[in-house]
């Protein structure tokens, strides 16, 4: 598998640590809000590519935290007034619901900032002995950016194009503007830990993901990722201070997806562009996010468009039709021992799982992997379509290579339980009686039933093997 790393911009083959493990680290939200639609990309690309090393037979150590002390935290706590931790619980909790529903897994750990206190106060300890980090006279603490000399590495900004760049804002003392916190002195009605150095505070942001990765993962990991605008200064910061605590790679591979617009213009509250997740899943469904995620490479622009999600919506919804009617006609069709055709275009059929393979070890194309379902979908639907006779046995082998592909991206997994339906026994009484009226030539008795059964939101469909109906 090929991954493009944005360290060395270049896609590179994809070598673990340790044979058949990943450790894998990727930045998760500052729980004082929904999620908005920016943030569900890498949430659910990155769960792709762990789902994906999973498939391919890796056990995957994945680590995505949640920073539950922070400015915006602690705003939100002082607006409502309430302590941080019922801000932050609280929108944990929300943080879950909203994953499950756009198929996001839950990560091998969750660990919050508060929960790791004591591994980040050891690092900035680590820091502050060996002169990479000093405590300025407000007692914040702040690393050294010139003691690293590698610093820009990721960002691929020379050092003098980023001191241009560079500011002391009012109320720092830093040495050099270069300098970052690594750890902020406790003001008037804050939360704040007590350190060895005897500066009373909290972490800064970046050194708290130099800490969760390094408590859960070790010192080096595989892989960092993130979205596209955590590069720098984030990610950036987050290579020096670790590197230089303990003295070894942070992580050999850094993966970053691409910006997400609203409607070809960057997402902003002050443009009415604003999107949470949740709301965005009331109008087009969950599912219908997440395919749109996947419908492009992950490194590429993306535009959030209302017509963009309808077209994946109705992509989805072919795939849940193929799906439904490979599973009425291997529930219809006679037991039998595969014919030697069935065989033969099964064998042919193998190809499109190749070709989905090729394109997710190809950086994790997500877009030319769909199309290998698609293509699949539509060679699978002419088959049965030509075919009334085809086997039970060579359906639920169809079957389950479609399952097998679409399964590894998490999407057309779900089921409607037909029998908990609570209008399924008069659904089944119309249909009968709708089978009985075209039986007598009652035509219009028929289309009556139809109309009916549509009202109830049941779509129908006649087929050789008998009727088959879903909620629309």
Not at 159 to 170: F, K, N
Request: proline letters at 4%; charged letters at 25%.
């Amino acid at each position: 598998m090929k991954l493009f790393n944005t360290l060395t911009r270049q896609k590179e083959e994809f070598v673990p640590i340790t044979p058949g493990e990943v450790k894998m680290y990727s930045c998760g939200p500052t729980v004082y809000n929904y999620f908005h639609v920016g943030n569900a990309r890498p949430f659910i690309v990155f769960d792709v590519l762990r789902r994906y090393f999973e498939y391919r037979g890796y056990q995957v150590n994945f680590v995505q935290n949640f920073t539950d002390i922070d400015d915006k935290v602690i705003g939100k706590a002082n607006e409502e007034g309430v302590d941080f931790n019922a801000i932050a619980d609280r929108y944990i909790k929300e943080y879950y619901v909203d994953a499950e529903g756009l198929g996001v897994g839950r990560a091998t750990y969750h660990p919050r900032a508060t929960e790791t206190m004591d591994a980040i106060i050891g690092i900035v300890q680590k820091l502050l002995d060996n002169g990479h980090a000093y405590v300025a006279e407000n007692g914040d603490v702040y690393f050294r950016t010139k003691s690293f000399p590698e610093y820009g590495k990721l960002s691929h900004q020379p050092m003098e194009d980023l001191q241009a760049g560079a500011r002391i804002s009012v109320g720092e003392m830093k040495e050099d503007p270069m300098d970052f916190a690594v750890w902020k002195a406790a003001k008037p009605g804050e939360p704040a830990w007590d350190t060895p150095w005897g500066s009373k505070g909290r972490p800064g942001w970046h050194i708290e993901c130099s800490a969760m990765a390094t408590k859960y993962l070790g010192p080096t990991i595989d892989i960092h990722s993130g979205g596209l605008d955590l590069t720098f200064p984030h990610h950036e910061n987050e290579i020096a201070q670790s590197e230089c605590a303990n003295g070894c790679t942070f992580a050999n591979y850094w993966l970053h997806n691409g910006f997400l617009t609203i409607d070809n213009e960057k997402m902003s509250k002050s443009k009415g562009n604003f999107f949470m997740v949740r709301d965005a899943a009331k109008e087009f469904g969950y599912e219908t996010i997440r395919m749109f995620m996947l419908s492009a490479h992950y490194r590429t622009p993306l535009n959030y468009s209302a017509e963009s999600l309808e077209m994946n919506k109705a992509s989805l919804a072919r795939l849940y039709e193929a799906r439904n009617n490979m599973e009425f006609r291997m529930e219809k069709a006679p037991d039998g021992v595969m014919t030697d055709e069935e065989t033969a275009k099964l064998t042919s059929l193998s190809a499109y799982k190749q070709k989905f393979i090729d394109a997710m070890d190809d950086d994790l194309n997500t877009a030319d992997a769909l199309s290998a379902i698609f293509e699949l979908t539509r060679e699978l639907n002419a088959y049965m379509g030509a075919h009334d006779d085809a086997t039970k046995a060579f359906l639920a082998a169809a079957h389950a290579l479609f399952m097998e592909l679409t399964g590894v991206l998490n999407i057309v997994q779900k089921r409607e339980d037909k029998a908990a339906d609570p209008d399924a026994a008069q659904i089944e009484a119309l249909i009968a009686k709708r089978t009985e009226a075209k039986k007598n030539k009652d035509f219009a008795e028929a289309d009556r039933i139809r109309g009916e059964l549509a009202d109830m939101g049941v779509t129908i469909k006649d087929t050789r093997q008998g009727v088959q109906w879903t909620r629309a």
